[in-house]
């Protein structure tokens, strides 16, 4: 790692129901590649900091194991055990209810006889609204807050379209679309993208998107779908913006990894869990 990289892994390419679903065996698949948790990245800094990106219903495991590589028998040595900020792209349950779990890692950074490092918690005002009033008590609010239980999340509203550094890491937000499903938070971090939830794309956003090493793309299947881009969306994202490395994230269980790796272009990979590579943490 150089000394401006950030390493950067997927620890979660799935939809909001994991894949692939159970209870239904006709769409089993026994690749472990289509084995995806719930949407969510990590950012390790230079210095040592750990930025992660959404907070789902995974994030415990995705703590303990986020290069999908622990034997899951021994001690995981290569589990999360801090988190420095979080950068939250909109407040539906698959991207913030493991808020409870950020607990856990509050309390490993805590020092003796000091009090906990909070966590900040970046994201558009409204969403953090919509997550302080789910998980009062992470915030120090609410009827089970008691003194044991010291806040260890902030909130810290952004503004779209308005440059931030987090842990040294150089974060433009702005405003993206999830169809009928609302807003999302769209970043643009160093050079990378991050799009996850993605319906469209406004024209204005795409100014943010321009030299980017890695892009990293929602596309949940191929069929058209109301709330998520469907390949052919994604590609004409993709064509418009020509990031010099792309990686499909957010794929429903029909997506199979074996079956699409003829189909995409040079420079587009499609995640795993797991998946990582280095990006530069300022935008050129």
């Known amino acids: 790692m150089t000394q401006t990289g950030w390493e950067f892994t997927i620890t979660g390419c799935g939809t909001s129901h994991g894949n692939p679903p159970i209870g239904i065996p006709r769409l089993w698949s026994s690749d472990v590649r289509d084995r995806r948790r719930r949407a969510g990245g990590l950012l390790r800094g230079p210095g040592g900091a750990v930025v992660l990106i959404d907070a789902g219903p995974d994030l415990m495991d995705q703590l303990r194991d986020p290069y999908r590589d622990w034997d899951g028998t021994s001690y995981p040595e290569r589990a999360v055990l801090r988190c420095d900020a979080l950068i939250l792209t909109h407040d539906h349950a698959d991207h913030t209810h493991g808020f409870n779990d950020l607990r856990h890692l509050n309390r490993l950074m805590r020092e003796p006889g000091k009090t ?7 994201g558009h005002a409204g969403h953090l609204d919509q997550v302080q009033a789910m998980f009062p008590y992470c915030f120090g609010r609410g009827p089970e807050f008691y003194e044991l239980s010291a806040p260890s999340l902030v909130a810290t509203p952004v503004v779209d379209d308005q440059p931030i550094t987090i842990c040294g890491l150089t974060a433009i937000p702005f405003h993206t679309s999830h169809g ?5 938070t769209g970043w643009r971090l160093g050079d990378l993208g991050y799009l996850t939830d993605l319906k469209a794309l406004p024209v204005e ?38 990031p010099r490395r792309t990686v499909l994230t957010h794929m429903g269980h029909e997506v199979r990894w074996a079956a699409w790796q003829d189909r995409l272009p040079q420079g587009m990979e499609m995640a795993v869990d797991g998946w990582r590579t280095v990006i530069t943490g300022a935008s050129r």
Request: hydrophobic share 45%.
């Open 180 to 184: 009928s499903a609302g807003r999302t």
């Open 205 to 242: 956003a795409e100014r943010h998107l321009q030299n980017l090493d890695l892009l990293v793309l929602d596309m949940l299947r191929e069929e058209t779908h109301e709330t998520h881009l469907c390949w052919a969306e994604a590609m004409a994202i993709w064509q418009r913006l020509r």
């Open 116 to 122: 906990a490092p909070a966590i900040p918690i970046y």
